[in-house]
């Protein structure tokens, strides 16, 4: 069966520190992974998808994550904090020849110090 | 309207209540779900249309009841409802595929705010 894990449900990054979002990630078919946002009293919206094209998937506002089929993992990173960035980030899996799921994580609350 | 849109935004419902989600997606979709996301749990997965075919029910209790009339709504019955019941309802589409829906990107709605008393 497919699972997601998420690293820490809170993290904390000062304004213009990086974001490190972690993500874990088991499959036993190719898995398509996702990262979604959820704004504060808003439905989710995909931030990036990997699809096997290429490891390293570029997303909306400057987000980017890295596939590592070694350590099955897909962090998502952002070099420079913004305030804006405040939200809850959920991590997914799918994966063709399975039923009809997407995988979702518990979700990482991250927070941006001033 | 563009995207997923939910109604009501907030529902207040007593126990013996009978009341009804609304979801309508604009993106010619033919994929929809439902899921419920409550406080620290992940997101839930209820019901999923695909073609207007349920091909999922998540084992979720019969006083949730979906309905899809065609690939554009997607409808909640809810009736006799528990307080743990209470939680942000989402809904969600997607392009939708005779293949499986695993890879898709799934566009969500809003959301509504559920409180059973």
């Known amino acids: 069966a497919q699972s997601v894990t998420q690293l820490g449900s809170h993290v904390s990054v000062s304004e213009g520190a990086l974001v490190l979002l972690r993500c874990n990630y088991s499959?036993?078919?190719?898995?398509?992974l996702f990262w979604y946002v959820q704004y504060p009293n808003q439905g989710l919206q995909l931030l990036l998808k990997?699809?096997?094209?290429?490891?390293l998937v570029k997303g909306i506002n400057g987000f980017e994550a890295e596939f590592k089929k070694s350590e099955t993992s897909f962090h998502l990173t952002k070099p420079s904090a913004h305030m804006s960035d405040a939200a809850e980030y959920f991590c997914?899996?799918?994966?063709?020849?399975?039923?009809?799921?997407?995988?979702f994580g518990k979700g990482t609350r991250l927070h941006i110090l001033p | 309207e563009t995207g997923v849109t939910q109604t009501p935004r907030h529902l207040v419902m007593g126990m013996t209540n009978k009341k009804s989600l609304k979801c309508e997606q604009h993106?010619?979709?033919?994929?929809m779900y439902w899921y419920k996301q409550s406080a620290k749990k992940p997101l839930e997965l209820m019901f999923v249309?695909?073609?207007?075919?349920?091909?999922e029910n998540n084992s979720v209790p019969s006083r949730f009841s979906p309905e899809c009339p065609n690939s554009s709504h997607l409808f909640l019955h809810l009736h006799t409802l528990q307080p743990e019941d209470s939680a942000l309802y989402l809904c969600?589409?997607?392009?939708?595929?005779?293949?499986?829906?695993?890879?898709?990107?799934?566009?969500f709605g809003p959301g509504t705010r559920l409180t059973v008393l």
């Open positions: 249309y695909n073609f207007k075919e349920q091909t």
């Open positions: 993106l010619g979709h033919n994929a």
């Open positions: 499959s036993s078919v190719p898995p398509y």
């Open positions: 997914a899996v799918g994966g063709r020849g399975r039923d009809d799921k997407i995988i």
């Open positions: 969600a589409s997607s392009q939708g595929t005779s293949g499986g829906l695993e890879t898709d990107t799934q566009y």
């Open positions: 990997y699809t096997s094209a290429a490891t």
